[in-house]
């Protein structure tokens, strides 16, 4: 800016002319460090005189604070004390160069109060809930709104080939400010294809490399012949759904001047007069309903989907409400005729979704466990007492849910099946769940039951804790106690199979 | 067939699906690089119909031409349609052409079920790895999943999409039995299953390969069946749990030419779609369960929105005050949002709350009059009864008129 620093022209009773950020930032700087209050400032749009004197277009930075090459200022604004230069931090700063794209004729001065109040301490000004800071977050937000409107709407039409560069043009006329920013979103977006917008004051070249600035330009990209804008057409009239008629919302989205530059805007009318005149019942365009059409000769035998998990019979079970909301059943698994069966409580998370029991981290806990206890997974048969997983909704999870009595009475079926095919001599359950299930009672707690062996049923039954419940305990010597239960229990099964637990078939401890 | 043809069917018989966000692929641009293409995570409306919905995405089904013979659907094996079918070309080739003139932000395919689930979904695929490996486009790609494909074939199509689907289309296993006969809840679920178990990998080991970085979503029919709101938002939970769901679709059903009886022959109300994605959204957004929207069977209120009615039927949590509340219940009372409500926490920080604060942040002031106290108001003693409330704040009538010509139809 010639003539000095901003505060020293102000003094001067001059205006300041500004026509871009950088040049309002550091006026507003230099201001601010010479506590001139927003009342003292005029601000003006830079004169022909400005521009001519060179400094817009010097790569210079205007001078912050009078420096021993610039004149000598007048004494007034000598004498003004300097402060530090105000902090601001940076979202703040990104709000209020955002802003400063707004189209308002006070715009320079209005950012300019608002910083000053944001450095008096009144750090509410960026707040909507202050009277300047709605105005300044309106602002931001009418620019937003244009450049997320031009992003939308510019349309781009093709030029031939031998037409050379630019193969794409379009024309907007903006609202505010946002040429340059919007002009940078598109050449992310275009690669090495080249284009061009023109808006009435300026106009952007991308040869495919780099950005120019090419100044206003005469409209013409209407003019331009494109197939690609009647396919285009076509496409737009046929994804809408006559049946579903709402233009008022499609108004709310896009407002009549947004429209004009929209090509699909001169069959809108033709499109809302047909879906209204016709009382549309069906959803279909009506040029696809006149044509001839076909159906498919397949029997519906041949249209079942071979599918490579058959549904077991257990995936169909209904008898009770767990499979509403699990993605499938997970049976048991293991040897046929293993002698040891492990029965926990239900499946979990990852059990659901993968349909194996115990493959989350309990089982992976449940392996050390064996692993401890001399026991080979891969001999025993693990299964749950409900092969459901029951869960509840906490935030965006499934929260593991201890399955109810009448849950556990309803999937004793599947139990009782597995049972008699797998014929086990020991039984583990693992925790409170499994226990009731095996015994079909609740009047057995899994306190008194741990670590001792039950006759049921002619089997072996022994009670441990539930790997979970490893997981779950706080403390770490808590933990390798309740580790340590588990591995006891899977050693006490192990030895009960040299026993035969057909002595006495009433149910009880040893 | 010409192209146009083509479009104009294939379009058509895509309409029905109301998935069309592009948002949430991580972002991407082409500086300096051959092809094209950007995201920026955010997801862009390039146009709207007369419908009032967005066009953001290349729409279309690939074919539909199908052998399955899903009652609500108008592409059906027993409807009688003009049936078309695309090459992987023309697809490639028309959502560049579309991209480049700036009328979309990407493509979302979808198919008819030809020969067989795994042919389709080999065929999705390979527009998918065209665009991306042979076109270098890095423009959005939502991919239908067909729930009986081969999990190698879901694999691959996270691979090139940025999100994936699979409808359920109907809220409850005996709709599915019924209306559906050659699809099964149980596909849909484990195939949804295997998407969650592949998105839960790349979360656990950031160097895994991509996988639809923008997640899955699906799309429920509401008023093909009986089910109430009750029920489908309930599905709609057990969805969003289980398979890390970005979105539910509830699409209100379109009749369709030559209805069969199965389905009703009259749409449900436009609006109860919309009072499903505000309740939708309550869940997603807010907190809410669905057995707190809608503790009982039944449908949501037409007259009054999700969150309203809660409140109504929750007056002893209110009022509430503005300036002690936490912001999960601030944005719980009816008439502010969750942005508003984050502002009057950050505004709370300076100074005490008053009822001018409200009318600056533009929040419905007659909605949540009989809801708060702030510094320098108290709602009037004596409050009035929910009901009386509820009289006096129901959406006025012409707003219900949403549709009209339906109506008259
Ligand atoms: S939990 Fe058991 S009884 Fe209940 S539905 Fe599932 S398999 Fe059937």
Redesign the pocket.
Known sequence: MSGGSAAQRVLQGQALPVENFAQWRDAARDLLMHGVAPEQVTWGAPQRDDLLAGDLFSSAPPPAAPSHNVPTPPASAQDAPTRPAPHIPRSFMEMLQSAACCRVPDRWAFLYRVIWRWTQGEHDVQSPADEDGARLNGMVKAVRREEHDMHAYIRFRERPIEAGAPRFVAWYEPRHDVLPQVAEHFARRMGKVSWMIATPEASVLWDGQTLHETGPLAHNAQELEDDGEALWLTYYRSIFNPARLNAGIMHQHITSDRWKHLPEAKIVPHMIGEASRGARKVGQYEAVGQRKGTTIPIAPEDAQPERHQHPSK?DE????E??QFATQ?VPGEGPKHAQIMLVGEQPGDQEDLAGHPFVGPAGQLLDQVCEAAGLDRSTVYVTNA???FKWEPRGKRRLHKTPGQR?IE??HY?YEKELASVKPTVIVALGATALKSVLGTATVTLRDSLGKPMRHDGRWVVTTYHPSYVLRVPGEDAKHEAFSIMVQGLKLARELLDRPPEESSEPGLL | MELKDKLEILADAAKYDASCASSGAPKRDSVDKDGLGATTGMGICHSYTPDGRCVSLLKILLTNFCVYDCQYCVNRRSSNVPRARFSVDEVVKLTQDFYLRNYIDGLFLSSGIIQSSDYTMEQLVEVARRLREEHQFRGYIHLKTIPDADPRLIELAGKYADRLSVNIELPTQDSVTRLAPEKNVHTIKLAMGSIRTKLDEKDDHPKAPVFAPAGQSTQMIVGADASDDHTILSTSQTLYGSYKLKRVYYSAFSPIPQSPSSVPSAPPPLLREHRLYQADFLMRGYGFTAGEIMPEAGNLALDIDPKLAWALANRAHFPLDLNRADEAMIARVPGIGLRSAKRLIDLRRLRRIRWEDLSRLRCSLKKLAPFVVTADYKPAQGMASSEHLRRNMADAPQQMNLWPELQAA
Do not use: G, I
């Not at chain 1, 079970?317 to 009770?320: A, G, I, P, S």
């Open positions: 257990l079970c209904r008898r009770c767990l499979y059943a409900v092969k459901h849950e309803a999937c599947w």
